[in-house]
């Protein structure tokens, strides 16, 4: 159902608050031509009636030569922002920065938020925003779970469709996902509720097996037809399977860098009012598509790049696949089951 600017203006002031935007913050808005005009008067508007210092930044749409497609997740690395030194310290002034264009996977956002700045993503449409209003509630499910993956040696994750994954983990850091950001540094994303790691390089050995009704991102499609990865020392190196097999070797050939294949972060999704459904309702070129990554009890994986958390690999190539009905072990200890979340308890919804 739609949502009225009113509405979505007392979304923003409630998920600002959780942000702990107040009198003595700035906040700044970040947009381009390809922003949601509606999103952006929002939070603008909203962290006016908090008493916030806000200001806007507007960058000019870029489009690399390589990219396909209008997802903002389909050509990961430059974004309008991209050797922009003057924006990027205006940015850099502000407490917080609502971020309505997408600087996720940019060495820029890795240095804003190394001022202590916070950013909150903000790119879905406003009824998905709506109905997956981020609450304190999920920051201590999604916390509870990742103090048991930060203490993690090992992670296996298997199928009845036939996944059998495994890789040690400990070089990277666990990355938290609940939808506000409210700590120095921070960066978030409304509407989430995950977490996830990334495997030891070169540790990621097995097989994931992609069945119908998982999910391709960015295509944005449902897999109707089962498409096998074979990974070996931390990249995928076979594919099987039909149609959708070829169209994801083709896809990941284009790019023409073997760091395409590498496995990315792992993790498992904890929002009970994100739907797996969801996709099938809105258009392509609608958001990102978070319900797909945060939806309750799937096994999130990605390929690609790891720079974000000081890996080497810079590869535009980024794809998110959610997987169902997954058991996900972590030193022999089950967190998800047949795609339900059972442990840690207060991680449970």
């Known amino acids: 159902m739609p949502v009225s600017d009113r509405e979505l203006t007392q979304m923003f002031e409630r998920v600002l608050t959780l942000s702990k935007v107040d009198k003595t913050q700035s906040v700044a808005v970040l947009k381009s031509d390809y922003s949601n005009p509606r999103i952006v008067r929002a939070a603008m508007d909203a962290a006016q009636r908090l008493g916030a210092n806000v200001y806007g930044v507007e960058l000019p749409a870029f489009n690399h030569p390589r990219a396909m497609g209008m997802d903002m997740t389909a050509y990961c690395g430059d974004t ?10 205006a940015l850099e002034a502000a407490d917080m920065i609502v971020d309505t264009m997408m600087l996720l996977h940019s060495p820029e956002q890795e240095q804003i938020l190394k001022t202590g700045t916070r950013i909150l993503l903000a790119v879905e449409p406003p009824e998905v925003l709506a109905r997956i209003m981020p609450t304190e ?7 509870a779970a990742a103090e048991r993956l930060k203490r993690a040696h090992s992670i296996a994750v298997t199928s009845k469709a036939g996944s059998d994954f495994r890789a040690t983990l400990g070089q990277y850091p666990t990355v938290t996902e609940y939808g506000f950001a409210d700590e120095p540094g921070r960066w978030d994303h409304w509407p989430s509720g995950f977490l996830f790691s990334w495997p030891d390089e070169g540790s990621a050995e097995g097989t994931l097996v992609l069945d119908v009704g998982d999910i391709l991102l960015p295509f944005k499609t449902y897999v109707r037809e089962k498409v096998t990865l074979e990974i070996e020392e931390g990249f995928i190196r076979r594919i099987h399977g039909g149609f959708e097999a070829e169209y994801l070797r083709d896809y990941m050939a284009y790019f023409k860098d073997p760091e395409v ?13 994100a739907q797996w459904t969801a996709m099938g309702l809105h258009d392509k070129n609608d958001g990102m598509c978070m319900d797909a990554r945060a939806f309750y009890g799937n096994f999130l994986f ?15 190539c980024h794809m998110d696949i959610p997987l169902r009905g997954c058991d996900i072990l972590l030193d022999g200890e089950p967190v998800v089951l047949a795609g339900d979340v059972v442990a840690p308890e207060a991680s449970r919804a």
Do not use: C, F, M
Not at 137 to 143: A, S, Y
Not at 302 to 316: D, F, H
């Open 80 to 89: 309008p922002l991209t050797g922009n030194l003057a924006a990027q310290r």
């Open 137 to 143: 509630e999920d920051k201590i499910r999604v916390n």
């Open 261 to 273: 294949y590498g496995i990315s972060h792992i993790g498992w999704g904890l929002q009970p009012r």
């Open 302 to 316: 990605s390929t690609g790049p790891n720079t974000e958390v000081g890996g080497s690999r810079k590869t535009p």
